[in-house]
């Protein structure tokens, strides 16, 4: 039976960051363990390239979303292939073939009864003359309130929205006030798969931070999906040329395409995999639960496809110890933050197999990328590995021609079976553990046996050292290869070792006795300067972005020292000899207060009089061009004018603001 690994599709708007990498390159990890045990895998992903966050980004840099995934699309391939990260088919969603079979699929689901048409109210711009889909309207979210995008709430609480669900739209494009009109969409009677999915998840496999999310989600009331719209990019609606497909059912529908594409390539038959019997195992990231463990599996029923065996769901990234976000600049460029800057692929594979257990959140620090690779590939593998071959080489020239010790057979056999759990379990973590515990023990053990020493007073009990401990050698190669292909490949060519066919169980094999070439050194310490040096380009793109974590926080005891109450301007006047000065005359309720504020470049005087704005009363008082200002206006900054914040409605002075 063959096994189909899919990766969540990195979307073709943007380069690859970090958390990219949290899913393809466990993903790839998985794989390679699974082929070494001999399963018949097949490993497909691809790129995203439809929805409105591309068209928008393709308008603004003034060139056709086809030409701006053109560039990420090879982008994504090119860093994929620098990280030893090996797709057997790497697609696009914008492809011929996933245009083909995500019409079919909608119409298969059409005829089974599973899509309808509704007519429903829709945000409408009357100065674009256009509906707007998804990203191009913005407004309230009708749940929590907070500001929210179309098609999410993503400032707040995070729900999927359905078109027309926004409160008080407006066009993302103009900032126009959008008004509601009524249009034709079309809908996937997701409510209609409730009790289907509820036995589903009951059997799927994957990772509990997935499969407890979408069970607690099935639970609730599950709203039908509207599956159309109002869009020239994309996979059109079938039998209509004004709309296109939703971008969440194309893109999953990529993972059948690319599966059909490589099946062309080598001849398999892709209805094996995907009408019959098959393991099928997907590798996302969490905010995307939602759609691989509801939707997804609910569509491709309704379809009569195979269902996924297993979603395995990758904990959020944190930068630094900090929220991960492009927009505030907690972010590390794969390309331009570390391949450019020198970095070895797999010392970051191993940070992010190593740092935690797959399903928790991960951290990347520069600080702890330093001492993961400096104490553990430095110090503890890549020592043991070279202090061996060096010494063997050095001494013998080969490996000897004895066997290896029963107590060595049974470490690595232990270290073995740890990996073979760890890896059915997701646990990627747990499996590098078990190796690098090998790897320990290999230090210990040449150590404590002091074969400098041996190779003068017993060269025969010096052979079975060296043995023992290339034995371990062959283990780690063989072992880690998943984790760390290019190093390990490295160190396989030196022993003897094709990794191009390795299989888990060689690493009781004996390793065969043969000429030796001279070691290098497999790993290289990573200098403290380079360090810093990563660390201070960090904080000057948080720096830029205008990020204000880098100061301290402030407590509530520190925010209620400040007195800002709701003031009335009653007076206004230039300051002579200042182009950006006015002199106001605010009345506070209890009193009247004069206060110096640099207004005049954005407001007139007498546009002033009679505004409510809050004043921080109990601010030192301080002469501007000789005028005493006796407390301050609060404003905003856009672009480094001033703009007033106003009360909603009409207040009484004095008011205090909490």
């Not at 993903?27 to 018949?40: E, N, P, Q, T």
């Not at 569509?299 to 990758?314: D, E």
């Not at 030796?516 to 948080?542: D, G």
């Not at 007076?571 to 110096?596: F, M, W």
Request: proline letters at 4%; one cysteine or more.
């Amino acid at each position: 039976m063959k096994t189909l690994v899919t990766c969540g599709l990195p979307y073709a708007n943007g380069p690859c960051h970090i958390g990219h990498l949290r899913t393809y390159i466990p993903a790839d990890v998985y794989v390679r363990y699974l082929r070494m045990l001999g399963k018949d895998v097949v490993f497909v992903c691809g790129s995203d390239t439809h929805g409105t966050p591309i068209v928008i980004n393709a308008e603004e840099r003034n060139m056709t979303p086809k030409e701006l995934i053109k560039i990420y699309h090879r982008h994504f391939k090119e860093i994929f292939e620098k990280m030893s990260i090996e797709f057997d088919y790497y697609g696009s969603t914008d492809d011929y073939s996933n245009h083909h079979r995500t019409q079919e699929i909608v119409l298969e689901l059409i005829r089974n009864g599973y899509v309808y048409s509704k007519t429903i109210p829709l945000a409408y711009c009357p100065v674009c003359d256009r509906f707007l889909p998804d990203r191009y309207v913005e407004g309230t979210c009708p749940y929590c309130g907070m500001e929210a995008r179309g098609d999410e709430c993503d400032q707040g609480c995070g729900r999927h929205l359905e078109p027309g669900e926004i409160l008080n739209p407006r066009c993302k494009i103009d900032g126009a006030k959008a008004e509601y009109r009524e249009q034709e969409h079309y809908f996937f009677r997701l409510s209609s798969f409730k009790e289907f999915l509820l036995r589903y998840l009951e059997d799927l496999k994957g990772t509990e931070n997935a499969l407890n999310y979408a069970r607690e989600w099935v639970k609730r009331e599950l709203k039908d999906w509207c599956i159309s719209r109002n869009l020239d990019w994309g996979v059109k609606f079938p039998g209509r040329d004004d709309m296109v497909v939703y971008v969440w059912v194309d893109a999953p529908i990529g993972y059948i395409s690319f599966t059909e594409e490589y099946a062309k390539r080598t001849g398999i038959n892709w209805e094996e995999i995907w009408k019959e019997k098959s393991e099928i195992v997907h590798f996302i990231g969490l905010d995307i639960v939602y759609h691989h463990c509801i939707f997804w599996p609910a569509m491709l029923k309704g379809a009569g496809y195979t269902l996924p065996s297993a979603v395995v769901a990758s904990g959020m990234v944190k930068i630094q110890d900090k929220t991960f976000s492009k927009s505030r600049g907690y972010v590390v460029w794969v390309e331009d933050d570390y391949l450019k800057e020198g970095f070895h692929p797999d010392y970051l594979r191993y940070y992010l197999v190593n740092y935690t257990s797959h399903q928790k959140d991960l951290n990347f620090s520069w600080k702890i990328f330093e001492d993961k690779v400096n104490n553990e590939l430095v110090n503890t593998l890549g020592n043991f590995m070279y202090r061996v071959l060096h010494f063997t080489w050095k001494n013998f020239g080969r490996i000897p021609e004895v066997s290896v010790s029963s107590e060595i057979i049974k470490k690595i056999e232990e270290a073995r079976k740890n990996v073979i759990e760890s890896i059915e379990s997701y646990e990627f973590k747990e499996a590098s553990d078990a190796v690098m515990e090998l790897a320990s023990f290999g230090n210990s053990y040449f150590q404590h046996n002091k074969p400098w020493e041996l190779i003068k007073s017993n060269l025969e009990k010096c052979q079975q050292v060296i043995k023992d401990c290339l034995q371990i050698v062959k283990a780690l190669t063989i072992l880690f290869y998943p984790v760390m292909p290019s190093s390990m490949k490295e160190i396989g060519d030196i022993i003897g070792i094709d990794t191009t066919s390795l299989k888990i169980e060689d690493v009781q094999v004996e390793i065969s006795p043969l000429k030796l070439s001279r070691p290098s050194v497999p790993f290289k310490k990573i200098e403290k300067e380079k360090i810093i040096e990563m660390q201070e380009k960090l904080i000057r793109r948080i720096e830029k972005m205008g990020n204000t974590d880098t100061q301290e926080y402030v407590t509530l005891e520190d925010f209620q020292k400040m007195n800002i109450r709701i003031g009335k301007i009653i007076a206004a006047e230039r300051i002579k000899g200042s182009s950006k000065l006015l002199k106001l005359e605010v009345d506070i309720g209890d009193e009247k207060r004069q206060i110096v504020a640099g207004f005049a470049t954005s407001y007139r005087p007498e546009e002033l009089i009679g505004e409510l704005v809050p004043i921080l009363v109990n601010m030192k008082p301080a002469k501007l061009m000789g005028v005493e200002s006796q407390g301050m206006i609060l404003a905003a900054d856009v672009n480094g004018k001033p703009v007033l914040l106003k009360t909603e409605k009409e207040v009484p002075t004095g008011s205090i603001v909490r």
